[in-house]
């Protein structure tokens, strides 16, 4: 039971960091623009690859390399792709 409490306590101090909610919400936003331009696998590749860039900067001249942030990086182009699928199927076919 401690180590589910630990591990929530966890998530939630994760979900609460406001860097993390920046690097979800440019993720997604990319992913948007960047699904318009191009198929999807490349623009999974762009968007991951800005990120990683970003924390490689980070982890040289910034606050440091961060696993999470990728992590969060990843949601919101996993959301924003969901969104997509969702908002590109026709109500006849869901």
């Known amino acids: 039971m401690l180590n589910i409490k630990n591990g929530l306590n966890k998530l939630l101090q994760f ?7 920046l690097h979800f919400q440019w993720s997604f936003w990319m992913m948007i623009f960047a699904r318009v331009i191009w198929p999807e696998s490349w623009a999974i590749f762009f968007v991951m690859s800005i990120g990683l860039l970003k924390e490689i900067w980070d982890g040289k001249f910034g606050s440091g390399f961060s696993i999470m942030d990728l ?4 949601a919101g182009c996993l959301v924003a792709l969901y969104m997509i699928r969702i908002i590109s199927t026709p109500l006849f076919q869901r």
Do not use: P
């Open 71 to 74: 992590v969060a990086n990843a």
């Open 15 to 21: 979900t609460l960091q406001e860097d993390k909610h």
